[in-house]
């Protein structure tokens, strides 16, 4: 079950000018709590003028090892969002020494290290996961090779630029990474421009051999993330390989629930192990129904595309506005997030413990 602890901030790294990464000290009986996948992220929330704001953050550091007592320390990275009250807060206000409060990691953006081939297509900070994810595997699964396609406007606009460079050392035939900049030519690689699905679609037969991969992780912006995946399903990748995370979809740019729900339609909820029915208000979302009644229910961005509020729909139909979070096989499953739901039957029955 997902819930906030108060963890201390032990350093705040400048990555560039407008990011940073900041490190979470976990205390020795929290550890356990901590323990995540490699690409899993954490939710921070604050209250600014009486109002929480909640953001998730990517996980960059890597996972903490099988069987050990959980992670010492957490690194996040953090980019400024224009506009942004939490990333405002995390860039200008937090110090170290001060303390932040943290979700239990959640996210199903991971990779289990196994031996292989595998590649992520990231742009701009969706190289947070990534980082975490490539450092675990590479460390702990010597029969494994990592490709990296990062795609950034210029080498100062960067994030991690040091981290990922200190892989080529410590991994030179393991590891190889490839550098698009949209915005500035580089002396050495690829000429400049965007990595969308044509450029990609001849780029990665050149690179790998596309075929023999097992696994893709494609985490940035929407539009390259779409792109991407259109790239691979026509080189024949089929879409269980491939993984997607999306950053940075507008919250406010849901579209708002046109059908109302159906006359006295209620909610069963079980959370945490304890159960409710609470009648859905008129074009609210499930979530915000729970929220009124229970409020330690999951969730980070209500925008669709964390999938921390995710739950298993037990009985009846559920209407989603929009879904960034959940792959297909979690749809198929029964999956559904709860911020994007609207009853669809006069009874709704949701398991946020499955
Ligand atoms: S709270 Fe992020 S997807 Fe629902």
């Not at 396609?149 to 035939?173: G, N, Q, Y």
């Not at 915000?288 to 298993?312: Q, S």
Request: glycine share 8%.
């Amino acid at each position: 079950m997902a819930r906030f602890h108060t963890l201390p901030v032990t350093a705040v790294d400048r990555l560039t000018d407008d990011s940073v990464a900041l490190t979470l000290a976990v205390p020795p009986e929290l550890r356990a709590k901590y323990r995540h996948a490699p690409g899993q992220h954490l939710a921070l929330r604050h209250t600014v003028d009486g109002t929480e704001i909640r953001r998730t953050y990517s996980i960059c550091s890597p996972a903490p090892a099988p069987g050990s007592e959980g992670p010492r320390t957490l690194r996040i990275g953090v980019r400024l969002v224009e506009g942004g009250a939490f990333s405002t807060y995390a860039l200008k206000e937090i110090t170290a020494g001060d303390e932040v409060e943290v979700m239990t990691p959640a996210g199903r953006f991971t990779l289990d290290p196994a031996p292989g081939r595998y590649a992520a297509i990231v742009g701009g900070s969706g190289i947070t996961p990534v980082l975490s994810i490539v450092t675990t595997l590479l460390a702990r699964e010597p029969q494994a090779r990592f490709c990296l396609i990062r795609s950034d406007r210029t080498s100062a606009s960067t994030m991690f630029l040091e981290e990922v460079a200190d892989l080529k050392d410590r991994f030179p035939e393991r590891f190889q990474l490839v550098t698009v900049l949209s915005r500035e030519e580089q002396q050495a690689g690829l000429p400049s421009g965007r990595l969308d699905q044509e450029r990609l679609t001849e780029l990665l037969p050149a690179l790998l051999p596309v075929e023999q991969l097992a696994g893709w992780f494609l985490c940035g912006p929407f539009g390259l993330v779409q792109g991407a995946e259109r790239a691979l399903r026509g080189l024949g990748v089929p879409r269980a390989l491939i993984h997607e995370e999306i950053f940075h979809v507008d919250a406010g740019a849901a579209p708002a629930s046109v059908s109302p729900a159906p006359a006295h339609s209620s909610v069963t909820v079980r959370l945490d192990g304890r159960g409710g029915t609470w009648p859905v208000r008129d074009g609210e979302s499930l979530l915000d129904t729970v929220l009124r009644n229970r409020p330690d229910a999951p969730y980070a961005c209500k925008g669709g595309v964390c999938g921390t509020c995710r739950a298993f729909l037990v009985a009846g139909k559920v209407r989603m506005d929009r879904n960034f979070a959940l792959e297909p096989e979690e749809t198929d499953a029964g999956y559904v997030l709860a911020c994007q739901s609207h009853p669809a039957t006069e009874k709704v029955e949701l398991d946020f413990d499955r």
